[in-house]
């Protein structure tokens, strides 16, 4: 099994700039790939970025602003020139193998 804790969330004007950090715990070894969803109220959960192999995808709505980095068992999601619309929980991904590992979520809120 592997544990995941997220942290860094909270309220952010637009324009401003957020650190997420998300800790692996427990069985790391083999994990192959971390990530960022968000799921925003009303809304299906969606890929934000993704870090496999030293490489890093994003998704479209997010390029340019966000960045994803992985140090061994951490993963972080820098955003910058946040908007009303990254308003979401944010969650950390983790895939094992073959498992899908999650972490509780933190919440983002970009408002004046």
């Known amino acids: 099994q592997v544990q995941l804790v997220e942290s860094g969330g909270g309220l952010v004007q637009p324009g401003g700039s957020l650190r997420l950090s998300c800790a692996a715990s427990?069985?790391?070894?083999?994990?192959?790939?971390m990530g960022w969803y968000r799921q925003a109220p009303g809304k299906q959960r969606e890929l934000v970025a993704v870090?496999?192999?030293?490489s890093a995808s994003y998704a479209d709505s997010v390029k340019g602003r966000f960045t994803i980095f992985r140090d061994n068992a951490k993963v972080y999601l820098q955003m910058n020139s946040l908007k009303p619309d990254d308003t979401a929980v944010y969650y950390c991904?983790?895939?094992?193998?073959?498992?899908?590992?999650w972490g509780q979520g933190t919440q983002v809120t970009v408002s004046s």
């Open positions: 991904h983790a895939r094992r193998i073959d498992t899908d590992f």
């Open positions: 427990g069985n790391v070894f083999g994990i192959n790939a």
């Open positions: 870090t496999r192999g030293g």
